[in-house]
């Protein structure tokens, strides 16, 4: 019995020692490449880091659970400083209607939480989307005087948290923001237009947190790409000053400002090239006779509703201000111009008629005269005409074809004013006569007040486009 117990024994010892040593040859396969890198390879330089490996929890690492984030750091301490850089990625829109901008930045914010800082061999930060920043303190920034604004989520939210051993953040997003802008029309369309984004701590004033540009004008760097239909970016340029609001005390602003200047091209063509172009056309009535009724009322009224249009379209892209802009001044005299050329010609008009009807008198008592002059049978092709001190134009235009051949006085004593002409016809110049009455009768249908006009509209609209463009440019 003893023999078979120690048959056993040594049976069970060395199944023992048998696996024992497969389990110590396992141990060395599995480690063997760590172990055989020779000091020339790169990989044996490379040092593991304690912040990289997964056995460490974020929350663990930085101690979040540790600390009440619901305070600022520093708490009951100076005032924390907040560094902000911003870069513009676009300048979307600029609306005169609304008084706004639209631009898409990049808002870098930079501080010091000790309660972040975490051991590190290789001095390294960890970066992090934004789920972790609802569970740290960041600093409360919005944009004053904003309208909308919005943070980009496509495909996550664009947020970056990078937190540094020594507990310094950067908190960088992409936001898109809408902001008012007090605009000045007086000049337009040949004004500057300078606009601010505002940025301020909306809960922490200038006490508990200090907001300043992190590295001065060098804070703010843009897209030279950057550009805009309408206007030329001429600079941008950053300030800071404390505002005051009487209920919660003195906060820290800082200023984006940019200065744009307007393109006057698309308004010299779509504005300023029509409404020229329409008072030049309202000049041309002042050549066409002035019995072609239908031809001078017809161009007055044309240009002067194209004038309204102009006028109208130009007030329906713009906002309702109550003083009066350059662009103003410039369609309101230019249908100023257009209107008076419309009541020039009834002026014209009216004198016409009222000298009409004078002579249309003139001749019917002159036809009553006629009757009881003596007879003058023995002048052979002659004619007899009573004229009363003046020429009609009827009278004038009926002389065609005739010389004069004599002129005698009636008795002072009973008619002085009245002449008796006699006329000879001269047969061989009736062709010559007749050519020299065209030009006689396109004088006589000329009114003296359409004579001036032609000189005096252009040249007073020459001199108001000199003074405007000298006083606006």
Avoid at 34 to 51: F, I, Q, Y
Avoid at 425 to 443: C, H, P, Q, V, W
């Amino acid at each position: 019995m003893p023999c078979y117990a120690r048959f056993l024994l040594l049976l069970l010892c060395l199944i023992v020692i048998v696996e024992c040593r497969k389990h110590k040859s396992r141990k060395k396969r599995w480690s063997a490449p760590a172990e055989t890198h020779k000091p020339g390879n790169p990989l044996s330089k490379k040092v593991s880091d304690g912040t990289k490996t997964r056995k460490v929890k974020t929350s663990h690492l930085l101690r979040i659970d540790e600390h009440d984030f619901t305070m600022r750091p520093a708490f009951a301490g100076p005032a924390v400083p907040v560094g902000v850089d911003v870069q513009v990625e676009s300048l979307d829109s600029i609306s005169e209607v609304d008084m706004d901008f639209t631009m898409t930045l990049y808002l870098r914010h930079y501080w010091k939480d000790e309660r972040l800082a975490f051991p590190s061999a290789t001095n390294k930060s960890m970066t992090f989307d934004g789920r972790l920043v609802k569970k740290i303190w960041v600093p409360d920034v919005f944009f004053v005087h904003s309208k909308r604004s919005f943070i980009h989520d496509t495909t996550t939210d664009n947020i970056m948290l990078r937190v540094f051993p020594d507990g310094h953040v950067l908190y960088s997003l992409r936001v898109t923001v809408t902001a008012a802008c007090n605009m000045d029309f007086s000049r337009f369309p040949l004004d500057s237009q300078t606009c601010t984004l505002e940025l301020e701590s909306y809960a922490y004033t200038d006490e508990d947190l200090m907001l300043y540009w992190k590295s001065g004008d060098e804070s703010l760097s843009t897209d030279d790409r950057i550009s805009l239909s309408q206007f030329l970016i001429q600079k941008f340029h950053t300030t800071s000053r404390l505002a005051f609001y009487s209920s919660t005390g003195w906060y820290n602003r800082l200023y984006i400002n940019f200065t744009l200047r307007r393109h006057i091209f698309f308004f010299l063509l779509q504005t300023y090239f029509p409404a020229t172009l329409m008072v030049m056309l309202s000049w041309v009535s002042f050549w066409i006779d002035r019995r072609a009724v239908p031809a001078r009322v017809s161009l007055g009224i044309t240009t002067v509703l194209t004038m309204s249009t102009i006028i109208t379209g130009v007030n329906a892209s713009m906002p309702r201000v109550s003083y009066i802009k350059a662009v103003d001044i410039y369609l309101w005299v230019s249908f100023v111009f257009v209107f008076l050329s419309v009541l020039e010609y009834a002026a014209v008009n009216y004198l016409t008629t009222v000298r009409d009807g004078k002579d249309r008198k003139l001749r019917e008592k002159v036809r009553e005269q006629s009757q009881n002059l003596p007879c003058t049978c023995g002048m052979s092709h002659t004619k007899t005409m009573m004229l009363d001190g003046t020429y009609s134009e009827a009278d004038a235009n009926s002389l065609a074809g005739y010389t004069r051949a004599s002129m005698a006085a009636e008795d002072a004593s009973e008619k002085p004013e009245r002449m008796v002409v006699h006329l000879s016809l001269d047969n061989e110049s009736t062709g010559a006569k007749k050519k020299g009455l065209r030009g006689f009768r396109i004088i006589q249908n000329t009114h003296a007040i359409d004579t001036y006009s032609r000189m005096i509209f252009p040249g007073a609209y020459i001199l108001f486009n000199l003074i405007y463009w000298c006083v606006y440019c």
